[in-house]
């Protein structure tokens, strides 16, 4: 196995920011020789799809936003990046969590010259969980300026919000099914009216953000005319989430599209073959 980290993990600093903002930059975590294996194991999943990959840009748009998940299912070099990578270790970190579960994996790839964005969202309202202890590790695989990468709404995470989803390429259309919520408050309006902050940071490949479930973040689209913005996803589970297959979040398209079973009922610890622990 090539080495996964070429750093330090997280900092006294690095866990209080991401306590106090829901959102922490760590730059280069990840090894060139292992962004080189995710790249491959991208180009890999994209034309070896799931039936749980989705294509968002429609027909006559420019670009391509392809996403896909549990591609660790899938990929032996990518399971070995998770299960040895440095990534467990930084999640149960920041999370002060004594055990960790890889929850799932997400490829994330939007093509140069592609203008669909990621809505405002976050991820909770999308999740069939409930707890505190959740973080998702977004590794940058491509350089990410500032203009394009993904910002975040700084200390929404105190919030709790479970809002009214969306699917990921901004349309009302959904495969999980219509699980209510509140709608979630005009964030641009917010921001220029000075009500609330976002941040974001230009990127280079191996740098990592970890952020909360419940932290709201969007992306604008990649309208850089070369470079694209690969982003692989790690979402990881403390001590404490449980299991709670409330409507409308992606259980339904798990189990109807992906054929996972996980075996749980409400309530449940989120141990499972699907979310298996993680040694750190």
Wanted: proline fraction near 5%; include cysteine.
């Amino acid at each position: 196995m090539a080495a996964a980290l070429t750093g330090m993990l997280v900092s006294e600093k690095d866990i209080k920011t991401f306590q106090d903002d829901g959102v922490v930059v760590v730059r280069q975590v990840v090894s060139p020789e292992w962004v080189d294996k995710l790249r491959d194991a991208f180009d890999w999943a994209m034309n070896n799809p799931s039936p749980l990959s989705e294509e968002h840009v429609g027909e006559g748009e420019p670009g391509r936003f392809f996403d896909d998940q549990f591609l660790w299912k899938r990929n032996d070099s990518v399971k070995d990046f998770v299960f040895n990578g440095p990534l467990a270790k930084a999640a149960a970190t920041v999370m002060s969590s004594e055990k960790v579960n890889v929850f799932y994996d997400h490829v994330l790839v939007k093509e140069p010259n592609t203008k669909r964005i990621t809505p405002w969202h976050n991820d909770m309202s999308y999740w069939p969980i409930k707890g505190s202890q959740i973080c998702s590790i977004w590794i940058a695989l491509d350089d990410v300026s500032k203009a394009t990468s993904v910002k975040y709404v700084k200390g929404s995470h105190k919030q709790k919000l479970l809002h009214k989803v969306s699917s990921l390429g901004g349309d009302s259309r959904s495969s999980y099914g219509d699980g209510g919520g509140e709608p979630l408050p005009d964030i641009d309006a917010l921001h220029e009216n000075g009500e609330l902050e976002l941040v974001n940071w230009d990127l280079k490949p191996g740098d990592v953000l970890i952020h909360h479930g419940f932290t709201i973040h969007g992306a604008p689209g990649n309208i850089n005319s070369t470079t694209r913005r690969r982003g692989y996803v790690v979402r990881w589970l403390g001590d404490d989430m449980r299991f709670d297959p409330r409507p409308g979040t992606m259980y339904k398209a798990w189990t109807e599209k992906g054929g996972y079973h996980l075996g749980l009922a409400a309530g449940d610890t989120m141990n499972c073959d699907l979310f298996p622990s993680v040694n750190f």
